[in-house]
């Protein structure tokens, strides 16, 4: 429900499927599964409350896919200490960037210069290949984009973040399905319990105003920050 809004569900559910004596490869496959149908869930209410503007998403859509399928393919190359390893750096670099952010945008949107156009791009991009390698933190660190570079209300940002999650988890998922590597049954308990999780979520973040969804955000990735650094102690 929270993560719909800030994203960072991989930072905790994942490390979860560690503890749990779960395959660190088959962890991140399987959690992407799940997340599949937590993007579908969190993204319906955003699509009926017409939220998206879907001409600004188009190109983000297309450098996803394409990254998101390099990042999945990697995870089959890398072991399972090298995973842990690649998430315990993750939740650590994600934990800094929210604490450290300046926030900027987010009030007012503003249309952005051709050079922020690009960088956003760019940035979409390498995002994408983290999306489909792991995606902890990655939609939080993609609304921030979309926020500060590319001068989308938070709002805005949250709606179409969820949208682009939808084909990086799916592309993810479908390379990790032809690896082998998705636990279907627990898959398919963390589908449904995320996907009315994050459908409940984006319902209620629909009627916040930005003041309100950003200080949410910033609220939860704190929270995050401290919990990562937490554990990592």
Request: net charge positive.
């Amino acid at each position: 429900m929270v993560g719909v809004v800030t994203g960072s569900n991989s930072l905790i559910t994942v490390p979860v499927m560690f503890q749990m004596g779960i395959d660190p490869r088959v962890a991140v496959a399987t959690n992407m599964f799940g997340l599949v149908f937590m993007s579908i869930g969190g993204t319906i209410p955003f699509i009926r409350q017409k939220k998206i503007d879907y001409r600004k998403v188009s190109p983000f859509i297309i450098l996803t896919l394409v990254s998101s399928a390099i990042g999945a393919l990697l995870v089959g190359l890398i072991s399972g200490p090298g995973i842990k390893l690649i998430v315990s750096v993750a939740m650590i670099s994600v934990a800094l960037f929210t604490l450290l952010r300046r926030n900027k945008g987010g009030s007012r949107e503003h249309k952005p210069v051709a050079y922020a156009v690009l960088i956003t791009y760019v940035l979409v991009f390498l995002l994408g290949i983290y999306g489909g390698l792991f995606s902890g933190g990655y939609t939080t660190i993609l609304t921030a984009v979309c926020v500060g570079i590319y001068g989308m209300q938070y709002a805005e940002a949250i709606a179409s973040t969820k949208l682009i999650n939808v084909f990086s988890s799916s592309i993810a998922t479908a390379i990790f399905m032809w690896q082998g590597l998705v636990d279907y049954k627990l898959g398919a308990i963390i589908g449904l319990t995320m996907f009315i999780g994050a459908y409940v979520g984006a319902h209620y973040a629909t009627k916040i105003n930005d003041v309100w969804l950003r200080r949410i955000f910033l609220t939860a990735v704190i929270l995050l920050a401290i919990k990562t650094l937490y554990d990592f102690i």
